[in-house]
């Protein structure tokens, strides 16, 4: 039994994705690594072994199972934002010269907490360390490169969405409207299963590009236009 990886190098080779070919076989597996997380949940890295139990958890397709073992719904959408920043490449331009960082900005109200801060603490993507702020709104200069757009700023998404329209920032947002208000990824829960939509028009124009590897986890992809 192999339980389900996702990886990538450091370069640009493709990603392999494997799955287990026997349902029963990897749910307990992944039980098994849910049950170690949960016993040393509070130590110094636990939560990093937390993350990746839960990313298994996501590419197999068994959240149910997920919120069956009490992961509360900000711990395993911390883990796409991790997933996503993995998958997500940026044009050289998006980094200030000299920085070394990769960095997730939550805009409005915090629903994640240490949920979001502990499992990426010293961990990094393509060589740059990963660094979360917190922002009350966000401006077209902001350091950011994947910013999630919390549902406190509902009432004014458009002009929030707005502000950063074709800078080189992955939006996302868990608001039934974000994706027809030009955010690129939205996070929806379904049965008890978190999923995510794709908007590949706003990525374009973002100039980001999402690994065909992730594209095919999504739950729906918005394609580009048709000139």
């Given at each position: 039994?192999?339980?389900?990886?996702?990886?990538r190098?450091?370069g640009?080779?493709?990603?392999s994705?494997?799955?287990s070919?026997?349902k029963?076989?990897?749910?307990?597996?992944?039980?098994?690594?849910?049950?170690?997380?949960l016993?040393?949940?509070?130590?110094?890295?636990?939560?990093?072994?937390?993350?990746?139990?839960i990313?298994?958890w996501?590419?197999a397709?068994?959240?149910?199972?997920?919120?069956a073992a009490?992961?509360?719904?900000?711990?395993?959408?911390?883990?796409?934002l991790?997933n996503?920043?993995?998958?997500?490449?940026?044009?050289?331009?998006?980094?200030?010269?000299?920085?070394?960082s990769l960095?997730?900005?939550?805009v409005?109200?915090?629903p994640?907490?240490?949920a979001?801060?502990?499992?990426?603490?010293?961990?990094?993507?393509?060589?740059?360390n990963?660094?979360v702020?917190r922002?009350k709104?966000?401006?077209?200069?902001?350091?950011?490169?994947?910013?999630?757009?919390?549902?406190?700023?509902?009432?004014?998404?458009?002009?929030?969405?707005?502000?950063?329209?074709?800078?080189?920032?992955l939006?996302?947002g868990?608001?039934?409207?974000f994706?027809?208000?030009?955010g690129?990824i939205?996070?929806?829960?379904?049965?008890?299963?978190?999923?995510?939509?794709?908007?590949?028009?706003a990525?374009?124009?973002?100039?980001?590009?999402?690994s065909?590897?992730l594209?095919?986890?999504?739950?729906?992809?918005?394609?580009?236009r048709?000139?």
């Amino acid at each position: 039994m192999r339980a389900a990886i996702l990886t990538r190098s450091s370069g640009r080779e493709p990603m392999s994705a494997s799955v287990s070919d026997s349902k029963t076989g990897r749910i307990n597996a992944a039980m098994s690594c849910t049950r170690t997380v949960l016993s040393r949940f509070f130590g110094v890295r636990p939560r990093v072994r937390g993350l990746l139990c839960i990313l298994a958890w996501l590419l197999a397709g068994s959240l149910h199972a997920i919120y069956a073992a009490s992961f509360p719904e900000y711990q395993v959408k911390a883990a796409f934002l991790y997933n996503f920043a993995k998958f997500v490449d940026w044009p050289s331009t998006a980094f200030r010269a000299g920085q070394n960082s990769l960095v997730i900005c939550v805009v409005g109200d915090d629903p994640f907490g240490a949920a979001l801060d502990e499992p990426i603490r010293g961990q990094s993507i393509g060589g740059r360390n990963l660094v979360v702020r917190r922002l009350k709104q966000i401006q077209r200069d902001e350091a950011c490169h994947l910013a999630y757009i919390s549902r406190s700023e509902r009432d004014k998404l458009g002009q929030v969405l707005g502000a950063i329209k074709g800078l080189p920032f992955l939006t996302v947002g868990d608001d039934g409207n974000f994706i027809d208000q030009g955010g690129m990824i939205n996070l929806v829960v379904e049965e008890n299963k978190i999923r995510f939509e794709v908007n590949l028009e706003a990525v374009d124009r973002a100039g980001l590009k999402i690994s065909p590897e992730l594209l095919r986890l999504a739950k729906s992809v918005r394609e580009r236009r048709k000139l």
